[in-house]
T-cell receptor, first 112, second 113 residues
Framework: AQSVSQHNHHVILSEAASLELGCNYSYGGTVNLFWYVQYPGQHLQLLLKYFSGDPLVKGIKGFEAEFIKSKFSFNLRKPSVQWSDTAEYFC??????????FGSGTRLLVRP | EPEVTQTPSHQVTQMGQEVILRCVPISNHLYFYWYRQILGQKVEFLVSFYNNEISEKSEIFDDQFSVERPDGSNFTLKIRSTKLEDSAMYFCASILEGNTEAFFGQGTRLTVV
């Protein structure tokens, strides 16, 4: 069965620190991968997506992610976080019926 | 920018009552979804809808749940007889076509008391 694992459930960083959130997926078909962000009290917003091509994808707000097929990973990175990045981050894979399978999420707290 | 809209934003209902959650997907999108997120847990798929019928549903989506697209714009989720464990945030999403990004609504926070 398809699944998505996010290893870090809670991450606390100081402003300007670098961020890397892990995501591993288990899916046998062609992978379409996403990172969504949910700011407190708000809906899910797309940060970035990977469908094909360059495995290093750049998203909004300075985020990027790297698809490593051999490791079944799609880790999210940002070189320097800001207080406004405090949110919950979800990795997801789209399956063959176009539904999203989400990871359990990572709550990021950035301290000013 | 087009967006998915959901109403109401909050709904409190008594156990056993019926609730209808409403969504207006982006107008030219073809695939529609309901997801839910119980507080502190991950986002879970409930049901997908394409070409005026359910294309897939999860184990959560039992006989108490139903979906409709009554008028070509609204997409509703009905829970016939709510249970305490139905308390969650319910998200509607739509996609234009296969293998494209999903756009999510703001969600409806359902509280069953």
């Amino acid at each position: 069965a398809q699944s998505v694992s996010q290893h870090n459930h809670h991450v606390i960083l100081s402003e300007a620190a670098s961020l890397e959130l892990g995501c591993n997926y288990s899916y046998g078909g062609t992978v379409n991968l996403f990172w969504y962000v949910q700011y407190p009290g708000q809906h899910l917003q797309l940060l970035l997506k990977y469908f094909s091509g360059d495995p290093l994808v750049k998203g909004i707000k300075g985020f990027e992610a790297e698809f490593i097929k051999s490791k079944f990973s799609f880790n999210l990175r940002k070189p320097s976080v800001q207080w406004s990045d405090t949110a919950e981050y979800f990795c997801a894979v789209m399956d063959s019926s176009y539904k999203l399978i989400f990871g359990s999420g990572t709550r990021l707290l950035v301290r000013p | 920018e087009p967006e998915v809209t959901q109403t109401p934003s909050h709904q409190v209902t008594q156990m056993g009552q019926e609730v209808i959650l409403r969504c207006v997907p982006i107008s030219n999108h073809l695939y529609f979804y309901w997801y839910r997120q119980i507080l502190g847990q991950k986002v879970e798929f409930l049901v997908s809808f394409y070409n005026n019928e359910i294309s897939e549903k999860s184990e959560i989506f039992d006989d108490q749940f139903s979906v409709e697209r009554p008028d070509g714009s609204n997409f509703t989720l009905k829970i016939r007889s709510t249970k305490l464990e139905d308390s969650a945030m319910y998200f509607c999403a739509s996609i234009l076509e296969g293998n494209t990004e999903a756009f999510f609504g703001q969600g409806t926070r359902l509280t069953v008391v």
